[in-house]
C-alpha cells in the first residue's frame, strides 16, 4: 500500500470514528428530549385531570358561564 492510500485510509478512519461519536451523542440526546417530552406529556394530564376535579368540585362548569360582552 502507497503512503497516500495508507494516510487516506487512516483519514477516513478518523472520520468514521468521528462520525460513530456524534451519532451516538445525538442519539443519546434524543432519548433523553423524548423522555422529557413524556414526563411534561404526563404531568400535563394530570394537571388537566386535577382541574377537571376542582371545577367539579367548585361546580363550576364553563357552559353555565354566560357569552362575553362582545358576542
Known amino acids: 500500500m502507497t503512503?497516500?492510500?495508507e494516510s487516506r485510509l487512516t483519514e477516513l478512519e478518523v472520520?468514521?470514528?468521528f462520525l460513530d461519536d456524534a451519532v451516538a451523542a445525538l442519539s443519546a440526546a434524543d432519548t433523553e428530549r423524548t423522555q422529557r417530552l413524556?414526563?411534561?406529556e404526563?404531568?400535563?394530564r394530570?394537571?388537566?385531570e386535577e382541574l377537571a376535579a376542582?371545577?367539579?368540585a367548585l361546580g363550576h362548569d364553563m357552559r353555565?358561564?354566560?357569552p362575553p360582552p362582545h358576542y
Open 38 to 40: 413524556l414526563a411534561l
Open 42 to 44: 404526563r404531568t400535563f
Open 15 to 17: 472520520r468514521f470514528a
Open 64 to 66: 353555565d358561564e354566560p
Open 46 to 48: 394530570e394537571i388537566r
Open 3 to 5: 503512503a497516500t492510500l
Open 54 to 56: 376542582m371545577r367539579v
